[in-house]
């Protein structure tokens, strides 16, 4: 209580918005040296940032992971239902599975930014759980799955909505935390991919122990639940009710977040604030002395600074503010071209497609890698899928806790990716003859894959402190998801029960990958060397975006003027001229 009252003393100090000030208060804190009363304001910053990240972190971030752990299982369950003869049921070959596995990953790849901007665009907290309701339905429906077409459609609208849910969602998430906060938040919640990849295998158990597979020559029919149409009914209902709770769990901001009193909202939005706000230019006036230094703190960030705009006004007028940093709506024709325009978006998006491949691929396969192991049993296939997945989600997370504590994104990304490759070629010169090796370098394997992906995402997210591209960056970045359509060409029916074909092709893909992850770090450190070199006003440093000013002498030659097409570009050129901040490696 007496602490209680303690915070509850001061907290006009720091939160005027958050109650009136008091004249007690006042006398109070004139008796008390300035030094005093900075100590008071610091503990209680501290006890109101743990309280608010706590609830955030045991509310809202426990139920967007279960979101995505059901997302992750609707994408993945074809590949368990698969190993009770779900095709061979309804009359189908295994090259059809492949087939709707592909067209799955096609309309998932391309419509993620699609799916990012109506996102951004209508907010997640509504967004999300009415794509949710409407492909749990879907999922539900495989049980009257009795053609190839039908499989396919369901497959295809699955994917139509799934598209967008993850870049969306993280955007979300990045609304509510600070930057090195944020790695290990992402890692709790990517790794609900991992762990639906060992909640699939001991659901599909369970299952598959209760309900055999039963007379191979029976129709599927109404009167005899075949394994896996037990399995696509609970998971379908099962992602409805999640849905359902989704719409009212879910605040579009943390102003309006219902777990959180009117301090700590005005607090979870200040500290958001503060570690994306944009900073002063450098200056002589930056050398005044400690005082002002003391106005405007620093925080800890990804990068030397965030992304700010020059003073200069000789460019043109001011570009509008950027939107709240913790809403999550608000889009614009601005921050879509910055983000389709800037070339490290892109070059993350190729060198992430190589890496999400082993990722991508055993999501849904590993079942059939491992049905060499126990051929006769189903249930016990999909139990061995279990400790693999386990692996890739601790040592996910050991590594994401590793990146935010040295403030490193491209270090660990690499020495995941070393993982897998060791993982990869192990699995693929090991002969099926021997089980027991074979399934540990699987587990070395995935103990890897699961770490480029988020990273990338949380450079991404540190990197671009705008919302609304940050938004669309995420889902272009889901276009590494293509990855999902090459695995499913990749690891044919014929390849089997070795895959060793795939694993080679695959190990191949991300030794590419290393290299570029490797190259990316080198392009940081020249484009921050410019940036210092700008900042002085060294002609060396003035290096634009070749593709800005293209765009910008395009425009003023052509003479077009007042479209909000054209006033979207100049506020791109602007934007690139004006960026001084540093990047995070």
Same mark, same amino acid.
């Given at each position: 209580m007496e602490e209680e009252h303690e915070l509850s003393s001061i907290s006009t100090a720091v939160h005027p918005a958050?109650?009136?000030?008091?004249?007690?208060?006042?006398?109070?804190?004139?008796?008390?040296?300035?030094?005093?009363?900075? @100590?008071?304001?610091? =503990?209680?910053?501290?006890?109101?940032? =743990?309280?608010?990240? =706590?609830?955030?972190d045991l509310i809202l971030l426990p139920f967007l992971a279960l979101l995505f752990l059901f997302n992750s299982l609707d994408r993945a369950n074809i590949g368990n239902a698969e190993t009770?003869?779900?095709? @061979?049921?309804?009359?189908?070959?295994?090259?059809?599975?492949?087939?709707?596995?592909?067209? %799955? %990953?096609?309309?998932?790849?391309a419509l993620q930014p699609v799916g990012a @901007?109506?996102?951004?665009?209508?907010?997640?907290?509504?967004?999300?759980?009415?794509?949710?309701?409407?492909?749990?339905?879907?999922?539900?429906?495989?049980?009257?799955v009795r053609a190839r077409w039908q499989l396919i459609l369901l497959r295809a609208i699955i994917g139509m909505l799934e598209a967008g849910f993850y870049p969306v969602t993280v955007s979300y998430l990045s609304l509510?935390?600070? =930057?090195?906060? %944020?790695?290990?938040?992402?890692?709790? %919640?990517?790794?609900q991919y991992a762990v639906a990849g060992a909640l699939g295998g001991v659901l599909s158990f369970a299952v598959f122990s209760r309900f055999p597979k039963g007379d191979a020559d029976r129709p599927v029919d109404g009167t005899h639940w075949r394994p896996w149409q037990v399995l696509f009914l609970i998971e379908g209902c099962a992602t409805i009710l999640l849905a359902l709770i989704g719409f009212l769990w879910l605040p579009h901001r943390v102003e309006t977040a219902w777990f959180l009193n009117r301090e700590e909202q005005e607090w979870a939005k200040a500290r958001v604030s503060r570690d994306r706000q944009e900073p002063r230019r450098p200056s002589k006036a930056d050398d005044a002395g400690p005082e002002e230094e003391d106005a405007h703190p620093s925080t800890s960030e990804e990068v030397e600074g965030l992304m700010g705009h020059s003073s200069s006004?000789?460019?043109?007028?001011?570009?509008?503010?950027?939107?709240?940093?913790? @809403?999550?709506?608000?889009?614009?024709?601005?921050?879509?071209?910055?983000?389709?325009?800037?070339?490290?978006?892109?070059?993350?998006?190729?060198?992430?497609?190589?890496?999400?491949?082993p990722t991508t691929a055993f999501a849904i396969f590993l079942p059939l890698v491992l049905q060499p192991l126990a051929p006769s049993s189903p249930a016990l296939t999909n139990l061995l899928t279990v400790p693999p997945f386990l692996c890739g989600a601790a040592v996910l997370y050991a590594f994401t806790h590793w990146s935010d504590k040295t403030h490193q994104r491209i270090v660990p990304i690499l020495a995941g990716l070393g993982l897998t490759i060791i993982g990869l070629l192990s699995t693929a010169l090991l002969p099926t003859t021997v089980p027991a090796l074979r399934y540990f370098a699987l587990c070395i394997l995935l103990s890897g894959m699961f770490i480029a992906s988020p990273l990338t995402v949380v450079w991404l997210t540190n990197n671009i402190p705008n919302p609304g591209k940050r938004a669309i960056a995420l889902g272009i970045n889901g276009w590494g998801n293509l990855a999902g359509v090459f695995s499913a060409l990749l690891f044919a029916p014929k390849y089997s029960p070795g895959y060793t074909t795939p694993l080679a092709v695959t190990c191949l893909c991300v030794a590419a990958a290393w290299m570029g992850y490797a190259a990316f770090?080198?392009?940081?450190?020249?484009?921050?060397r410019r940036r210092r070199q700008r900042a002085v006003g060294s002609r060396q440093g003035r290096h634009y975006s070749k593709i800005m000013l293209k765009l910008r002498d395009w425009i003023r030659e052509s003479g077009a003027t007042g479209t909000r097409f054209v006033e979207a570009v100049e506020e791109v050129v602007r934007r690139d001229e004006d960026e001084q901040f540093l990047y995070g490696l």
């Amino acid at each position: 209580m007496e602490e209680e009252h303690e915070l509850s003393s001061i907290s006009t100090a720091v939160h005027p918005a958050a109650s009136a000030p008091s004249t007690d208060v006042d006398a109070h804190a004139n008796n008390m040296s300035e030094d005093q009363l900075s @100590a008071r304001l610091t =503990r209680h910053e501290a006890l109101l940032d =743990r309280r608010t990240v =706590r609830k955030l972190d045991l509310i809202l971030l426990p139920f967007l992971a279960l979101l995505f752990l059901f997302n992750s299982l609707d994408r993945a369950n074809i590949g368990n239902a698969e190993t009770a003869n779900f095709t @061979a049921d309804i009359g189908l070959n295994k090259h059809d599975l492949n087939t709707a596995v592909a067209v %799955f %990953f096609a309309f998932f790849v391309a419509l993620q930014p699609v799916g990012a @901007a109506f996102g951004r665009k209508h907010g997640m907290a509504r967004w999300v759980p009415g794509c949710m309701t409407v492909w749990g339905l879907c999922t539900a429906l495989h049980i009257w799955v009795r053609a190839r077409w039908q499989l396919i459609l369901l497959r295809a609208i699955i994917g139509m909505l799934e598209a967008g849910f993850y870049p969306v969602t993280v955007s979300y998430l990045s609304l509510f935390y600070t =930057r090195y906060e %944020f790695g290990r938040r992402l890692a709790l %919640f990517y790794g609900q991919y991992a762990v639906a990849g060992a909640l699939g295998g001991v659901l599909s158990f369970a299952v598959f122990s209760r309900f055999p597979k039963g007379d191979a020559d029976r129709p599927v029919d109404g009167t005899h639940w075949r394994p896996w149409q037990v399995l696509f009914l609970i998971e379908g209902c099962a992602t409805i009710l999640l849905a359902l709770i989704g719409f009212l769990w879910l605040p579009h901001r943390v102003e309006t977040a219902w777990f959180l009193n009117r301090e700590e909202q005005e607090w979870a939005k200040a500290r958001v604030s503060r570690d994306r706000q944009e900073p002063r230019r450098p200056s002589k006036a930056d050398d005044a002395g400690p005082e002002e230094e003391d106005a405007h703190p620093s925080t800890s960030e990804e990068v030397e600074g965030l992304m700010g705009h020059s003073s200069s006004s000789s460019r043109g007028p001011r570009p509008a503010p950027l939107p709240s940093y913790t @809403a999550d709506t608000g889009l614009s024709t601005t921050d879509i071209l910055s983000a389709f325009l800037d070339w490290k978006i892109l070059y993350l998006l190729a060198v992430n497609i190589l890496s999400a491949l082993p990722t991508t691929a055993f999501a849904i396969f590993l079942p059939l890698v491992l049905q060499p192991l126990a051929p006769s049993s189903p249930a016990l296939t999909n139990l061995l899928t279990v400790p693999p997945f386990l692996c890739g989600a601790a040592v996910l997370y050991a590594f994401t806790h590793w990146s935010d504590k040295t403030h490193q994104r491209i270090v660990p990304i690499l020495a995941g990716l070393g993982l897998t490759i060791i993982g990869l070629l192990s699995t693929a010169l090991l002969p099926t003859t021997v089980p027991a090796l074979r399934y540990f370098a699987l587990c070395i394997l995935l103990s890897g894959m699961f770490i480029a992906s988020p990273l990338t995402v949380v450079w991404l997210t540190n990197n671009i402190p705008n919302p609304g591209k940050r938004a669309i960056a995420l889902g272009i970045n889901g276009w590494g998801n293509l990855a999902g359509v090459f695995s499913a060409l990749l690891f044919a029916p014929k390849y089997s029960p070795g895959y060793t074909t795939p694993l080679a092709v695959t190990c191949l893909c991300v030794a590419a990958a290393w290299m570029g992850y490797a190259a990316f770090g080198v392009l940081l450190v020249r484009e921050n060397r410019r940036r210092r070199q700008r900042a002085v006003g060294s002609r060396q440093g003035r290096h634009y975006s070749k593709i800005m000013l293209k765009l910008r002498d395009w425009i003023r030659e052509s003479g077009a003027t007042g479209t909000r097409f054209v006033e979207a570009v100049e506020e791109v050129v602007r934007r690139d001229e004006d960026e001084q901040f540093l990047y995070g490696l």
